[in-house]
């Protein structure tokens, strides 16, 4: 299966999950789950949600940020990976001078 997010819409997301600003995206969905290629902008965030079915594994391309997941902060940076298991709540905060740049896999399980 081929994804072309070169041909799907940008969209614009407004205070996610009760964060701060507005993150950009482009969404493939499905019952599986969904792959989303993602922007957190400077100073923005999502707020602490829990994933009550599904692993979110978040792959960051660019920027940095900081996660939290149960608790635990992690340091986000190119290259580092945050996985917040089913079950668990965690939230993302931009906090570099640039757009946060993710790829995020959400598998249901």
Do not use: W
């Given at each position: 299966?081929?994804?072309?997010?070169n041909?799907?819409?940008?969209?614009?997301?407004?205070g996610?999950?009760?964060?701060t600003?507005?993150?950009?995206?482009?969404?493939?969905?499905d019952?599986?789950?969904?792959v989303?290629?993602?922007?957190i902008?400077?100073?923005d965030s999502?707020?602490?949600?829990?994933?009550?079915?599904s692993d979110?594994?978040?792959y960051?391309?660019?920027?940095?940020?900081?996660?939290?997941?149960?608790?635990?902060?992690?340091?986000?940076?190119?290259g580092?990976?945050?996985?917040?298991k089913?079950?668990s709540e965690?939230s993302?905060?931009?906090?570099g001078?640039?757009d946060?740049?993710?790829?995020?896999i959400?598998?249901?399980r």
């Amino acid at each position: 299966m081929l994804i072309d997010f070169n041909k799907t819409k940008e969209i614009t997301v407004p205070g996610m999950n009760n964060g701060t600003g507005m993150m950009t995206a482009k969404m493939y969905m499905d019952a599986q789950g969904k792959v989303i290629p993602c922007a957190i902008h400077k100073g923005d965030s999502i707020g602490v949600h829990k994933h009550e079915t599904s692993d979110d594994i978040n792959y960051v391309l660019s920027g940095n940020g900081k996660a939290t997941c149960d608790g635990e902060e992690e340091i986000l940076s190119p290259g580092t990976c945050h996985i917040c298991k089913k079950g668990s709540e965690h939230s993302i905060e931009n906090t570099g001078d640039e757009d946060l740049v993710l790829l995020t896999i959400v598998v249901e399980r």
